[in-house]
Antibody, heavy 117, light 107 residues
Framework: EVQLVESGGGLVQPGGSLRLACAAS????????MNWVRQAPGKGLEWVSY????????YYADSVKGRFTISRDNAKNSLYLQMNSLRDEDTAVYYC??????????WGQGTLVTVSS | AIRMTQSPSSFSASTGDRVTITCRAS??????LAWYQQKPGRAPNLLIY???TLQSGVPSRFSGSGSGTDFTLTISCLQSEDFATYYC?????????FGQGTKVEFK
């Protein structure tokens, strides 16, 4: 069974940093690209970042470019999102999602990041 | 960035109704479109990919159509478990973008 489990969310002050992790199991992690998608409270879905299976291709949304860094460790079946210079508007539930052929076929349960003083 | 616009933003329906949600892209995206269902407090669930291909395990009452800029998601006979919010997403180019969502409520 495919499972994605996010961790690392929490309360952080504006300007602070946080590192999210996503532990994958039930599939060959190294064969799949991955995405981070977020959802602000009461709002819609926003794609954040993409990383290819071998980490050679990476994309970011303009809203996080230069502040967030996506990475992965295929030996540990893990995906990461390093978030720096956090802003109020980064407050959201962050989901990791497996990339099938562009669509996201499996999603984690999400981890809540709250940016507030 | 490609803008995805869904309509309507919300509506009320009854079980047994035939329901159609539309999604329009600001430029052509071939068939690189997915539909997701999301229930409150839950992660999104993939329903349709490549505009019209049903994801494994998704009931056949869900169907998708369209290509280029105009797409539709149809639920042929609405069931109680289908009351949720639906999102389209294009994966033709980066940044990938979602529609604003369509909330289907019980009448």
């Amino acid at each position: 069974e495919v499972q994605l489990v996010e961790s690392g969310g929490g309360l952080v002050q504006p300007g602070g940093s946080l590192r999210l992790a996503c532990a994958a199991s039930g599939f060959t992690f190294s064969s799949y690209s991955m995405n981070w998608v977020r959802q602000a409270p009461g709002k819609g879905l926003e794609w954040v970042s993409y990383i290819s299976s071998s980490s050679d291709t990476i994309y970011y949304a303009d809203s996080v470019k230069g502040r967030f860094t996506i990475s992965r460790d295929n030996a540990k079946n893990s995906l990461y999102l390093q978030m720096n210079s956090l802003r109020d508007e980064d407050t959201a539930v962050y989901y990791c999602a497996r990339d099938a052929n562009g669509d996201s076929d499996y999603w984690g349960q999400g981890t809540l990041v709250t940016v507030s003083s | 960035a490609i803008r995805m616009t869904q309509s309507p933003s919300s509506f009320s329906a009854s079980t047994g109704d035939r329901v159609t949600i539309t999604c329009r892209a600001s430029q052509g995206i071939n068939s690189y479109l997915a539909w997701y269902q999301q229930k409150p407090g839950r992660a999104p669930n993939l329903l349709i990919y490549a505009a019209s291909t049903l994801q494994s395990g998704v009931p056949s009452r869900f169907s998708g159509s369209g290509s280029g800029t105009d797409f539709t998601l149809t639920i042929s006979c609405l069931q109680s478990e289908d009351f949720a919010t639906y999102y389209c997403q294009q994966y033709y180019s980066y940044p990938r973008t979602f529609g604003q969502g369509t909330k289907v409520e019980f009448k």
